[in-house]
């Protein structure tokens, strides 16, 4: 079963903009991540926040974690046309087999 | 270079025909996973395997078989009783079986299988 829900579905920024993306879940985790796929692709692993931290960095990315909400969001700052791509959280359960649950994605589009 | 190396990279498949999805990986890592991916969707799991010679289901394991002979390789077929098998399939694994979800996965570059 898929917990992740992100949101927008699609998002069209311009370069250099920031672009905010958006993962709420429904039961309890270990961890959340984020992964970036490019078309036709694998995906990526960006960055992972475990559930007693809120906030975290890597670069241009920062991934913020809110466990009351059961929410994350991750931020790309001044986003450049190679950020172009779909974004997926990933929960880590706390319960059940040791495996990650998918969200469905927020493709993004960076217009140069 | 290491990494995971999935192959074919297109594959077509008859009706009635059974189908098998090559996964190879060169990172030593204990515990491999394969994903179905519909288009724009999230990834749904079909079978895991934390160790050689033992694997588990996944969310939507039917219609799909796979073995664990070698730490290294990790197949996948498609049977004839997967009636809707046309997605991405994509083979992932990570490094430790005692680490759980905590651990990140490290991705092929999947498959696209088509039915003809």
């Known amino acids: 079963s898929q917990q992740g829900e992100e949101d927008p579905q699609a998002l069209s920024i311009q370069e250099g903009e920031n672009a905010t993306m958006n993962c709420s879940y429904k039961t309890s985790i270990n961890n959340l991540q984020w992964y970036r796929q490019n078309s036709g692709r694998g995906l990526v692993h960006l960055i992972l926040i475990r559930s007693n931290e809120r906030e975290k960095h890597s670069g241009r990315l920062r991934v913020t974690l809110d466990t009351s909400k059961k929410s994350s969001s991750l931020l790309i700052t001044a986003s450049r046309a190679a950020d172009t791509a779909s974004y997926f959280c990933?929960?880590?359960?706390?319960?059940?087999?040791?495996?990650?649950?998918f969200g469905q994605g927020t493709r993004l589009t960076i217009n140069p | 270079d290491g990494g995971i190396t999935q192959s074919p990279k297109y594959l077509f498949r008859k009706e009635g025909q059974n189908v098998t999805l090559s996964c190879e990986q060169n990172l030593n890592h204990d515990a491999m996973y394969w994903y179905r991916q519909d288009p724009g969707q999230g990834l749904r799991l079909i079978y895991y395997s934390q160790i050689v010679n033992d694997f588990q289901k996944g969310d939507i394991a039917e219609g799909y078989s796979v073995s664990r002979e070698k730490k290294e390789s990790f197949p996948l077929t498609v049977t004839s009783a997967q009636k809707n098998p046309t997605a991405f399939y994509l083979c992932a694994s990570s490094i430790d079986r005692y680490s759980g979800t905590d651990e990140k996965l490290f991705f092929g570059s999947g498959t696209q299988l088509s039915v003809l």
């Open positions: 990933a929960t880590g359960q706390i319960q059940g087999a040791q495996k990650l649950v």
